[in-house]
């Protein structure tokens, strides 16, 4: 994946379902239209998660990369 | 021959990543719940989580002096042995897929599964059983009660999106304050899948001593239970999002998917009781009333605060989340109090409800009837939310 550089991070890690896609959709509402939120995770669900429920939050999932003991998403306003 | 030889190890590979390591569509899932709780039923008895977890409450309180009756054991009672299969299953299943570990949350989110826990505990009391058995069973088994507790939980679903909105407003940093899972140490993610085998050729294993010992249908019960765990991991199915998607997001899929396996339980359970194969009252509880609304309510709230329902809460405890574990443990022993109080109080246990099977009023063929179009009602309400969001509740 090509470095993407974010303009805000959330740190969603420790928690579980429903609670990184509610702070996600919070911290999307935020951003200006093309700006991209890193999201780090550790629950397993959150994946499908985005890759289901992002479009419907008006965004798209332009990446994600496995860390040391969690994923970054990259999510895009549109 | 070197070509043909690589091409069968490439679809091997692909069959095994696709079984044990990828996610199964949550339709996949729903209906694999719906047959097995079939398989089940025509085993021995309907699925359960919440009766395995009070046998084990009911231990360890008899074990500290709080109890008089000796409680059922733990390793014969098919409450307390489909509810071990669970969470053995959702243990191998989320070792196999490497899934597994420690994931230690924020310290609200632990209050929260505390306070979750608790509700679940006696939501599902008052209900005659959790998500499983006082609303999916308890439909399957054609129990008015499990109606009254569905429209508890949807009540209790959304006032508990409400509550999580509210606290995001209020306590918006909650980060977590312990390192999060996999950070530093031993690397052990190679040895997980081998984990998950040994922990399920165990499961056959113990099977077989069940049998050898005479208790097979004790045995199959094990078996029920590891199959279910291995679904609801795999598929990551959970019955708290059917209630809480329509509102949160509007999405309708994991809503119309518990219609679908629904379907296939309440005729599956249909043909085995009107067979005359099972018997009638079979999970037919006596909580049509004030018990599985009220019930249903607390324990829909419950569900919100925890993040997941009762097979919810056990299958992600068994993946490693430690606000999971928690609450499951909380689940377990406010279940076993509470279940104690209304034992203790006659008066209060009346006001619970009544025990209503619908084919004693409609026959059976009118009771399936009947259920299959509140089913179908409510999936039509699922995707008519979907296209509209007229009830999604907005942050």
């Known amino acids: 994946m090509e470095a993407i550089t974010p303009d805000q991070v959330l740190d969603c890690r420790g928690l579980s379902c429903p609670m990184p896609m509610l702070k996600l959709k919070k911290a999307l509402s935020g951003l200006q239209s093309g700006q991209v939120l890193q999201m780090m995770g550790t629950d397993p669900g959150t994946r499908n998660d985005i890759e289901k429920g992002v479009k419907k939050i008006g965004s798209e999932l332009v990446g994600s990369k496995d860390e040391e003991g969690f994923t970054s998403y990259y999510v895009r306003k549109m | 021959m070197a070509n043909s030889d690589n091409e069968i190890l490439a679809v091997l590979r692909d069959g095994y990543r696709r079984v044990f390591v990828e996610e199964w569509s949550v339709t996949t899932g729903g209906i694999l719940i719906g047959i097995m709780s079939v398989v089940s039923f025509a085993w021995a008895r309907p699925w359960g989580v919440v009766g395995g977890l009070r046998v084990w409450g009911d231990w360890l309180f008899y074990a500290v002096g709080l109890y008089a009756e000796r409680p ?65 069973s308890a439909i399957s088994a ?55 085998w040994a922990l399920l050729l165990a499961g056959l294993a113990v099977n077989e001593l069940y049998k050898a010992r005479g208790y097979v249908v004790e045995g199959g019960v094990l078996l029920c239970g590891i199959a279910f765990g291995i679904i609801l991991v795999r598929s990551r199915f959970c019955f708290a999002r059917s209630f809480r998607e329509p509102f949160m997001t509007g999405e309708a899929k994991v809503t119309q998917t518990v219609v679908l396996s629904l379907m296939i339980s309440v005729l599956g359970f249909a043909v085995l009781k009107w067979g005359g194969l099972r018997s009638e009252l079979s999970y037919v509880a006596p909580n049509f009333g004030l018990g599985g609304l009220v019930g249903g309510f607390i324990f829909g709230f419950g569900m919100l605060m925890t993040g997941g329902c009762g097979s919810g809460t056990a299958w992600r405890a068994a993946e490693g989340q430690v606000k999971l574990m928690v609450a499951l443990v909380m689940f377990t022993l406010v279940n076993s109090l509470t279940k104690a109080v209304l034992g203790a109080f ?49 942050m």
């Open chain 2, 346 to 394: 006659p008066a209060v246990q009346a006001l619970v409800g009544t025990r209503v099977f619908l084919p004693d009023y409609l026959g059976y063929r009118g009771a399936v009837l009947l259920i299959f179009l509140v089913l179908v009602l409510w999936y039509l309400a699922a995707d008519w939310n979907e296209r509209t969001d007229r009830l999604v509740v907005e």
């Open chain 2, 72 to 136: 059922p054991s733990a390793w014969l009672d098919t409450n307390s042995v489909i509810t071990l299969g669970l969470l053995w299953g959702s243990f191998a299943a989320s070792l196999l897929a490497r899934q597994f570990a420690i994931r230690v949350p924020p310290r609200l989110e632990l209050v929260k599964g505390l306070v979750g826990g608790t509700l679940l505990g006696i939501g599902s009391a008052l209900a005659g059983g959790c998500n499983v058995g006082g609303f999916y």
């Open chain 2, 142 to 196: 054609l129990s008015l009660s499990g109606f009254a507790m569905m429209a508890g939980l949807l009540a209790g679903a959304w006032v508990g999106l409400k509550y999580l909105y509210w606290e995001m407003e209020h306590f918006p940093s909650a980060q977590a304050e312990t390192p999060a899972a996999g950070k530093g140490g031993l690397d052990w993610n190679p040895a997980k899948p081998w984990l998950g």
